[in-house]
């Protein structure tokens, strides 16, 4: 009876060994992808840096999942319905379990976007999910959102992973051991040279077309084409070098894929500032901007001209909203107009006494930034205007004088636009946390207040026209370029890699079926 | 000898504490705030600011400071901001590979350094010696990060013989298994090994040339070599025994200094090859204004350094008997 009993265990074991360890192994390929930064944690509620997001996406889901279209499709939901605008009620799907088997229920779904929303945790992403006044568990499988006000993009934000509420609270380290019900689960992470992921079995959308995934962190842009050449990565994404770009492009070893990114490059005026305080003033700026030669010679055309604050691929985008083109004439007329000549001859246009100087600046990380914020300098100066440069890093710019207000022009970016909420509400409307450029105008602020709350696409997509007419024409924001999104592999891997604008990668590891 | 050793020892107390007061200052100056480049730019400012009070970045310099050193001497590196583990942890886990390169780097650039100075003085003037100097010269002036792209051109990308990025089995652990019969590991940490060692290595390679050309140049018109071959001694043996050994005093100790470049050049390597070392993670420290990291990483490099240069000042005296250590 013993005997028997822990043979046929035995016999099961080796069926289940045999079945899921080397069949699996065997028919799925291995891939490898070459990775700008190491991620900085695998909590997906503190993650900051893309490479900690895109795997984040990898070993947990979220309630929902966005397409490459950024639409919401169900993911551990399986539906959600809105009984009124301030509520939103998810149905999980039936018998969800993480990594570790232990079943995924409304309370861990409940207990991540608590943690999110505390202060003292201080996840990065918390201003995002700050409408969101209650999360409670109507039952094991039904959660109830309830919001302060109206919050249209609220859903774009709930594709951020859950976590095991039990294994959490018993001090289990997320950060270092993820465990997520995401289609991949981790195997190593050797920090600074590689995080290396398997097939989650426990996923509810069934096996990955990939065996094992290796996210290589190469943090040199030439040396990570280089190594895509050398054979030793399947693929790699932006950011790249424009030069290795164009040589990569030519190759007929590696599929290409360009699509319009989920980010843009801009001119943050700040508008208390004396100077720029008058809209015909930052007209006049905008207008010496020459995003042609910027986005082909700077960009090689990977980046797209830009026409205003709303994203091509957005609904809310129209055509008919335009924000100033490059016309030196038409920057000296409006110069000239303001009262700036060259009263003295010296090839710099002045006014009572004064000279019409600007400081433009940007970071060091970037060379396509610090080329095109040259680049401007060299224009500017044609155009009779004293434009001096400020040049230092990231932190330096961003923290200690963009931030902070200090700046006069400043050329930068925003990143991860699935919303056009996301990029205009804090930042454009009067006293918002991100209106550096302390831009203030009653019309925008009502536009952008009824984009948010407003629930149906129409009148989104109206109230965010509104607002996008009245920034063209007033250029508290100039947007240089709509970024671009570039990834290269392998012509011939065994799955064909989908590309997401984010560079998320589960297209690049599930069959396109999924 | 054991004197002067455990003095140099305990000199390491009072440099290292030196080391962490500059490079604390330096953190004051340079801009940057890390509450605010860890909740990133779409952070409102109350939220920044509440991050700031609980890291404690708000409080004055010095007690900042003696906290730290109060920690320090608890063996406490503290946490590192962005990662998550303490910064004990992440620096161990990565000096290993470090070191692993600088020294490989310094074989390569002693061999490669001694042998062309060696045979530029001896064939002073003629061709070898020219092309010798020439590719010292090259290797002075290269950058660094330059060359370790076209070698990674020519050799990852063009001809395929090596990987172009990332590192094989450490070092240790392949020459056990090799040991134990199993050479393939050693083999692969080898090719992974050979292109950043050989970038690293290039300039002090330079260096070393030059320096053996010039000393031997010196010692070859010195009265007992001539002695040496008027005793009737072959050539190769009063330039081996006789000159290269005296020759190479001076050149020891500045291999030692050269240890501190190479760890700087590290830096740009190891990002360029992938090569999980300290010098990657200082990178990404600075660029993350990871306080601690920083501190920890300078600290390290620092008490690395200072061993190197003890070593070779006792080498120096073992294999001088002219100098003693007092």
Redesign the interface.
Known sequence: MTTLSRLTGATALALLLGLSGPATAQTSPALTIGMD??A??L?PR?A?DTTAFRTADLIYSGLVQLTPELQAVPELAESWEAPDATTLVFTLREGLTFSDGSPLTADDVVFTFKSILN??F?A?????YAPIAAVEAVDARTVKFTLAAPYAPVLSYLDIGIVPKALVEAGH?L??NPVGAGPMRLVEW?????IVLEPNPAYWGGAPAVGRLTL?????N???A??L????LDLIQSPLSPQDIARLAADSRFQNTIMPGLGVTYLNFNTRDPLLADPAMRRAFAMLVDQETIVNEIYQGVDAVATGVILPSSWAYSADISQPGFDPEGAAAAFEALGWRDSNGDGIRDRDGRKLAVTLATHT?DPNRVQTIEYLQAVMQQAGVEASVRL?????F????V?KSEHQIALLG?LNIVDPD?MLY?QLTTGG??NWGGYSNAEVDAALTAGRTALDIPARTEAYRRAAAVLAEEVPYFIVSYQGYQMFAKADLPVKPTASPRGYLRGAIMAPAN | MLAYTIRRLLLLVPMGAGMVVVTFGLLLLIPGDPAALMLGQEAPAEAIAALRRSLGLDDPWHLRLGRYFLALVQGDMGMSLFQSQPVATIIWGRLGATVELAVAALLLASAIGISLGVVAAMRQGSWVDTLAMLFAQLGVSMPVYWLALLLMLGFAVHLGWLPAVGRGAPMSEALWAALRGRPEMLVQSLSYLVLPAFALAMNAAAVISRLVRASMLEVLREDFVRTARAKGLRRPRVVVRHALRNALLPVLSVIGLRFGALLGGAVLTESIFAWPGLGQLTIAAISQRDLPLIQGIVLTFAIVFALVNLVVDLLYAAVDPRVRLE
Do not use: K
């Open positions: 930064v190491d900085g944690t909590d503190l900051r202060p003292d201080a990065p992403m918390r201003a995002l380290d950060a270092a050797n920090r600074g040279a590689a290589q962190i190469i943090a040199n030439n040396a990570r280089q190594a050449e050398a054979g030793d990380e230092t890093d990231w932190p330096g961003s923290t200690n004088y931030q925003w996301r804090g946390p991100l």
